[in-house]
């Protein structure tokens, strides 16, 4: 399960040119003003929203992110999230594989909360929410927040301007916070069970929900 964008919108059609002829070795670098590409300035930018969000929530503003990949192994993400957290800003991960950051840990981690899905179709999305003192910014992205894929290969992420992709991606990372079948949650002691239901609550499997509110959207 993934997702991608088609679109003619040139504000990210000129930036996607410039990664081309970077490919293409017919300029030695670039500059994008509204697709982040690594390893020029993935890394900078994202640190730029992470900190962002610190300084809405010292000045009691909307803060939080939600950020979801297969990997967060980068130690200098972990440490801006680290640094999030301290200072009251919420954070909820939805991490598929290799988690570097511990939630909930006293006095670093306990604004950060993370959980990993595993379930029939394999989870490969990236998204990276960002509250933005209430008017929210989503990206779409190839890059997992590693090393790797931050400083040693040419990633994008892209903003979605548009708004009902914008309602679908919500709708999207509200079914995966919800689930509670497929679900694990990573504490602070690294233990990965299962969220699971509470008495009377209904069940939601996030893929499957999706899947069924997906085909409703072409019915109607």
Not at 114 to 123: G, T
Request: aromatic share 8%; with cysteine.
């Amino acid at each position: 399960a993934d997702h991608g964008l088609l679109t003619a919108d040139s504000r990210l059609t000129e930036d996607a040119l410039q990664v081309f002829r970077f490919l293409c070795e017919e300029v030695e670098t670039i500059s994008c003003t509204h697709l982040l590409v690594a390893p020029f300035e993935l890394r900078t930018r994202f640190q730029e929203m992470i900190e962002k969000e610190s300084a809405n929530a010292r000045a009691g503003a909307f803060s939080g992110m939600v950020l979801k990949m297969n990997a967060l192994e980068d130690q200098g993400m972990a440490d801006a999230l680290y640094r999030a957290a301290k200072v009251g800003v919420k954070t909820d991960l939805i991490v598929r594989g290799i988690c570097r950051v511990r939630p909930g840990l006293p006095g670093v981690g306990a604004r950060i909360k993370a959980r990993s899905i595993v379930d029939r179709f394999l989870e490969h999305a990236r998204i990276y929410r960002f509250v933005n003192g209430g008017s929210p910014r989503l990206f779409l992205a190839s890059a997992d927040l590693m090393k790797r894929n931050l400083d040693r290969r040419v990633e994008v992420a892209f903003p979605i301007y548009d708004p009902d992709i914008v309602e679908e991606l919500e709708h999207f990372l509200h079914l995966q916070l919800s689930d509670n079948t497929k679900a694990r949650i990573l504490d602070a002691n690294q233990e990965n069970h299962y969220v699971g239901r509470r008495a009377g609550e209904p069940r939601v499997e996030a893929q499957d929900s999706f899947y069924q509110w997906l085909e409703s959207r072409l019915e109607s």
